[in-house]
């Protein structure tokens, strides 16, 4: 694993996207997250009754599909590490668009492009990565999303 320098990040790896490896959305990680949220809706936890709509059987919640993203940067192989932080955290979205379900069974990877990285004060960093959640054999992705979190050094 490489690691660089926060400033090094920001001067060479802006514009550049990482892929991550494969990961199944299975029927019982949909159960946990729908155990976690409270929602319940047949259409994720129900195969049955999922069966008869559309999707053909049951599908990830969005918010599923989007709080997969610190899992999908964990799987990127050659992600360099960044020396000296001390802790990074969510600031939010600029934009989130869920494209189409991701149903039960299917893999998932994250597609990751840097967009921007500035320091705000020192040893405050925010990044804005785009952010896809691609489906194996699907040429449409599952969701996009323009996100903005912090990077304390």
Same mark, same amino acid.
């Given at each position: 694993?490489?690691?660089?320098?926060?400033?090094?990040?920001?001067?060479?790896?802006?514009?550049?996207?990482?892929?991550?490896?494969?990961?199944?959305?299975?029927?019982?990680?949909?159960? &946990?997250? #729908? @155990? $976690?949220?409270?929602?319940?809706?047949?259409?994720?936890?129900?195969?049955?009754?999922?069966?008869?709509?559309? *999707?053909?059987?049951?599908?990830?919640?969005?918010?599923?599909?989007?709080?997969?993203?610190?899992?999908?940067?964990? &799987?990127? #192989? @050659? $992600?360099?590490?960044?020396?000296?932080?001390?802790?990074?955290?969510?600031?939010?979205?600029?934009?989130?668009? *869920?494209?189409?379900?991701?149903?039960?069974?299917?893999?998932?990877?994250?597609?990751?492009?840097?967009?921007?990285?500035?320091?705000?004060?020192?040893?405050?960093?925010?990044?804005?990565?785009?952010?896809?959640?691609?489906?194996?054999?699907?040429?449409?992705?599952?969701?996009?999303?323009?996100?903005?979190?912090?990077?304390?050094?």
């Amino acid at each position: 694993m490489t690691t660089i320098t926060i400033q090094e990040m920001a001067a060479t790896r802006v514009g550049t996207e990482q892929v991550s490896d494969w990961v199944e959305v299975s029927q019982e990680m949909i159960n &946990k997250f #729908a @155990d $976690a949220t409270g929602d319940h809706q047949f259409i994720h936890v129900n195969p049955q009754m999922a069966a008869m709509t559309p *999707f053909g059987g049951t599908i990830a919640h969005g918010f599923l599909t989007l709080s997969l993203m610190p899992l999908l940067s964990s &799987k990127i #192989a @050659d $992600a360099p590490k960044i020396d000296g932080v001390k802790m990074g955290v969510n600031y939010g979205g600029n934009k989130v668009r *869920f494209l189409q379900p991701v149903r039960s069974g299917k893999r998932v990877r994250g597609r990751f492009k840097l967009m921007e990285l500035v320091e705000k004060r020192p040893g405050q960093w925010q990044q804005t990565n785009e952010f896809t959640v691609e489906i194996e054999g699907e040429d449409k992705p599952a969701m996009i999303a323009e996100w903005i979190s912090q990077i304390f050094v």
